[in-house]
């Protein structure tokens, strides 16, 4: 049995408004199909802390930094609503282009500072597209919480400082990044790796992992990116876009005493690979 699927934003509102006036908690889970694990771990984290829950599927044309990225996406809807429906979710909100962005839309959401660095540089008006579409679909669903997953650990720290910023009344719910049994963080791009490209994306992870190992234990940060690079290099992937030691939080330069996460993006077989893990605060 597949997950029931809305396409109207009035047949939405329809149900949320009645969920709301029963007392339920609403979660919503925002995504651009081709679901994987990772998507699904979302969805058990929120069907586990609330009544109702929505997953919403919209390939946003408005981050993606190229039309041929945004052509080669995969849309999987109908395999997506076979996935969902064994969870059991309320409904697989896919709306289309004109429902999100009608004629005359003229409106854009920024955030600026934590926007301008790592994927910020790298992809210029992505984090726009990322504020303005959340900011809409929470919105849409009137959701009281809100799931992300930590693999994409920039975009998560946005959404909170949007929702802080902007006094939005949900709740911004980080989950661990979900792995495949070789370390590689699950992404919907993954699919377009080669068998060969497949086997060698592993190496991402072990290096990513290696070096915050070492990094915690006290080296010296920039001759640890350093080889991590040259590691990467040997492997096959590259070119390598960054590799920072960033405050968890802020992703400014690290702070002492603070939380730091180590953050990777990285191309292999035409594919880019973003990938991140948490590093002990130094003393």
């Given at each position: 049995m597949s997950a029931?699927?809305?396409?109207?934003?009035?047949?939405?509102?329809?149900?949320t408004q009645a969920w709301r006036r029963a007392g339920q908690r609403v979660g919503v889970v925002p995504t651009m199909g081709a679901l994987h694990d990772g998507h699904l771990?979302?969805?058990?984290?929120?069907?586990?802390?609330?009544?109702?829950?929505?997953?919403?599927?919209?390939?946003?044309?408005?981050?993606?930094?190229?039309?041929?990225?945004?052509?080669?996406?995969?849309?999987t809807e109908l395999a997506d609503a076979e996935l969902l429906g064994p969870l059991g979710i309320d409904a697989l909100f896919v709306p289309d282009g004109a429902q999100v962005y009608p004629p005359g839309h003229a409106t854009t959401v920024s955030v600026s500072g934590i926007t301008d660095t790592l994927e910020?540089?790298?992809?210029?008006?992505?984090?726009?597209?990322?504020?303005?579409?959340?900011?809409?679909l929470f919105n849409m669903t009137q959701a009281d919480r809100a799931y992300f997953g930590e693999k994409d650990w920039q975009q998560l720290q946005l959404v909170r400082r949007l929702v802080a910023d902007l006094k939005l009344p949900v709740e911004i719910v980080g989950c661990p990044t979900v792995r495949a049994d070789d370390g590689l963080a699950m992404s919907s791009r993954n699919q377009r790796l080669?068998?060969?490209?497949?086997?060698?994306?592993?190496?991402?992870?072990?290096?990513?992992?290696?070096?915050?190992?070492?990094?915690?234990?006290?080296?010296?940060?920039?001759?640890v990116l350093t080889q991590t690079r040259e590691t990467l290099a040997q492997n096959?992937?590259?070119?390598?876009?960054?590799?920072?030691?960033?405050?968890?939080?802020?992703?400014?330069?690290?702070?002492?005493?603070?939380?730091?996460?180590?953050?990777?993006?990285a191309w292999l077989d035409g594919v880019r690979l973003i990938d991140n893990v948490e590093v002990p605060p130094a003393n």
């Amino acid at each position: 049995m597949s997950a029931p699927i809305v396409t109207s934003l009035d047949e939405l509102r329809r149900a949320t408004q009645a969920w709301r006036r029963a007392g339920q908690r609403v979660g919503v889970v925002p995504t651009m199909g081709a679901l994987h694990d990772g998507h699904l771990s979302l969805v058990r984290a929120a069907k586990a802390e609330c009544d109702r829950v929505i997953v919403t599927l919209f390939v946003n044309p408005r981050q993606f930094n190229s039309a041929e990225d945004y052509d080669k996406y995969p849309r999987t809807e109908l395999a997506d609503a076979e996935l969902l429906g064994p969870l059991g979710i309320d409904a697989l909100f896919v709306p289309d282009g004109a429902q999100v962005y009608p004629p005359g839309h003229a409106t854009t959401v920024s955030v600026s500072g934590i926007t301008d660095t790592l994927e910020g540089a790298h992809r210029p008006g992505h984090f726009d597209g990322v504020a303005t579409v959340v900011t809409m679909l929470f919105n849409m669903t009137q959701a009281d919480r809100a799931y992300f997953g930590e693999k994409d650990w920039q975009q998560l720290q946005l959404v909170r400082r949007l929702v802080a910023d902007l006094k939005l009344p949900v709740e911004i719910v980080g989950c661990p990044t979900v792995r495949a049994d070789d370390g590689l963080a699950m992404s919907s791009r993954n699919q377009r790796l080669s068998v060969t490209a497949r086997q060698q994306a592993r190496a991402l992870p072990e290096a990513l992992l290696a070096a915050a190992a070492a990094i915690g234990s006290g080296a010296n940060v920039d001759d640890v990116l350093t080889q991590t690079r040259e590691t990467l290099a040997q492997n096959g992937i590259g070119p390598v876009e960054y590799i920072e030691l960033r405050d968890s939080e802020s992703l400014r330069p690290p702070r002492p005493c603070h939380p730091r996460r180590l953050l990777v993006a990285a191309w292999l077989d035409g594919v880019r690979l973003i990938d991140n893990v948490e590093v002990p605060p130094a003393n």
